[in-house]
């Protein structure tokens, strides 16, 4: 059964500070990944979304890395802004468009 | 584009009642449509795949004769709890794929209390 893992649950920085959030699974036979943000209460925006025969994609401040042979992925968000603070998920699709989600980080931007 | 809706946003009912959750993609037809539930810092579950026409595929543990699932076009999927319980208080989020890509776009979920 795919596990997908997040580290670290929780994170604040300061503003201006580049941080990198992880995610870990234990199947590496996956579909696609995909990074998304949650505002308290509200629902899924997402991110980035990288196909398994992929290594990375950018979307301006963001980067996201994926190993598949390791099981890994990481966001990259440079120069952290207030509005970045949410909860970011990590999910990979296993086929049949199934999606598994980390627990997520909680980050906080401080000013 | 790819923008996903849900209505309502927030319902509170007594028990024993029953809730319609709403589920559109605005801009773009589904191939299929998913329902999620989330309890408070915690992350999504899958509670089951929707197909337009056909009989939405349920994942374990989770109740199909009180979660009923209609995918009634390819833009529209709702998801009804039945004789609605204090424990089904949660938030419950929709979301729809379209494309090659099947990147999921998810709705901005509905916060249901039972009270």
């Known amino acids: 059964k795919q596990e997908v893992t997040q580290i670290p649950a929780a994170l604040s920085v300061p503003e201006g500070e580049n941080l990198v959030l992880n995610c870990s699974f234990t199947?590496?036979?996956?579909?696609?990944l995909q990074w998304f943000r949650q505002d308290p209460g509200k629902g899924l925006t997402s991110l980035l979304l990288i196909q398994s025969s992929q290594r990375e994609q950018t979307s301006g401040r963001l980067n996201a890395s994926l190993d598949k042979s390791s099981g890994r992925s990481t966001l990259y968000i440079a120069a952290s802004q207030p509005g970045d603070s949410a909860t970011y998920l990590c999910?990979?699709?296993?086929?049949?468009?199934?999606?598994?989600f980390g627990q997520g980080t909680r980050l906080t931007i401080n000013p | 584009g790819a923008v996903v809706s849900q209505h309502p946003s927030r319902v509170i009912c007594k028990s024993g009642t029953s809730v319609k959750i709403e589920c559109r993609s605005l801009?773009?037809?589904?191939?299929?449509m998913f329902w999620y539930r989330q309890f408070p810092k915690q992350s999504l579950m899958l509670m089951a795949t929707?197909?337009?026409?056909?009989?939405?595929?349920?994942e374990q543990g989770v109740e199909k004769d009180k979660f009923l699932i209609n995918h009634a076009s390819l833009t529209l999927s709702t998801l009804t709890v039945t004789s609605a319980h204090p424990e089904d208080s949660s938030f419950y989020i929709c979301?729809?794929?379209?494309?090659?890509?099947?990147?999921?776009?998810f709705g901005p979920g509905t916060r249901l209390t039972v009270t």
């Open positions: 979301s729809a794929t379209r494309g090659q890509k099947n990147e999921q776009y």
């Open positions: 929707s197909n337009e026409g056909s009989k939405a595929t349920y």
């Open positions: 199947d590496s036979a996956i579909y696609n």
């Open positions: 999910a990979v699709n296993e086929g049949a468009q199934k999606l598994v």
């Open positions: 801009d773009f037809q589904a191939t299929t």
